[in-house]
């Protein structure tokens, strides 16, 4: 049986957490490879709605290990905080259902606080969620960063917080700001460090273990392919890469081991904050797709700009991220119109343009080319074949099949868990 990785395949907010939900009952373990906790998902599991942003979805099923890789960047107090709040609807957390990379960056206050000084004085602003993402990353790749395995050594901590503090007190004093006590932020992670580390592990080794013995691994990407920071809307993007790729370097293991990669994609587009997008429907349509969709965003809370969906953008996603079947989400939204648009391509200067362009002027200039298709007045919602849908929803899904160039393998009509039309089988090799 193949792994399955996740993926979003356009800018997050597909559906993830019920795709992931309903995939993690059959795995044995799920991994988060990349990002932190400004990508939320809501599960739903019987009576109880749980919101998580940074635990994989797999600690919420009795017998599922949650493993929160090396590439995901980790901030310990929002991490603590998102495990009482699972305490506290009856889901105990401990080292039989999590484990921590050693090697995790850590997300420090200082990270959190930097992001929201930065976007705050910035005459362009990217929108992101204030939470310190971007700022740890930038500790990574600029080899200052403390890492999980670090709490385990506070008495040699000193050299590193003298190294992490030079960066980031210069950047304080250019922005009008106090410096960083070195004596607090050593006292904070003294205090945060036992809460993290009976988690720690070396969660390479482990999974490579359990891929050996032929366990069955999901790969659970935050955030959509088009924030990818190599591949997405740039600068207008996450810090991390969102592609199925980084779920091998993310996790610790090698390319061949991701396995099916399943793509989500809404069967209409939305985005949250700042950044170029075709399909946009600043209109009652679109005021009419964000209250159907209840589009609002899962951490920030935030509106969602809601859109047509664009073929041309998830057919680009579809190569750069390895995807071998799509599930198209929230189908039964479209319920009820007369007529239905799918952004089918681009005209840039008057010419026309089968891909989104790299360049940020390029973005902001292209305009969308429609297909019209006829609507249906029957509900969709809760549909759990093809027998119940109506014909014209069906053309719908097929006409976006030939315009992705990619099977739709899966179909969401509803929240509900069981309210999927499964045509193939991630698991499956």
Known sequence: MANVTVVGAQWGDEGKGKIVDWLSERADIVVRFQGGHNAGHTLVIGDNTYKLSLLPSGVVRPGKLGVIGNGVVVDPWALTQEIEQLKSQSVAVSRENLRIAENATLILPAHRELDVLREAAGTGKIGTTGRGIGPAYE????????????????????????????????????????????????????????????????????????????????????????????????PFVTSSNTIAAQAATGSGLGPRAIGNVLGIAKAYTTRVGSGPFPTELDDEIGNRLGERGHEFGTVTGRKRRCGWFDATLVRQTIKVAGIDGIALTKLDVLDGFDEIKVGVGYKLNGEDFDRFPAGQNAQARIEPVYKTLEGWTQSTRGARSWADLPAQAVKYVRYIEELIECPVTLLSTSPERDDTILMKDPFSD
Do not use: C
């Open 139 to 234: 500790d990574k790749v600029g080899r200052r960063a403390i890492r999980v395995q670090d709490l385990r050594n506070l008495d040699t901590l000193g050299p590193k917080l003298d190294r992490i503090l030079v960066h980031h007190n210069a950047l304080r004093r250019g922005l009008g700001q106090p410096e960083l006590s070195k004596e607090k932020l050593m006292a904070e992670l003294a205090e945060i460090a036992p809460k993290i580390l009976p988690f720690m592990d070396v969660t390479w080794d482990l999974l490579d273990r359990a891929r050996r013995s032929s366990k069955r691994i999901l790969f659970e990407g935050a955030q959509g392919a088009l924030l990818d920071i190599d591949h997405g809307t740039y």
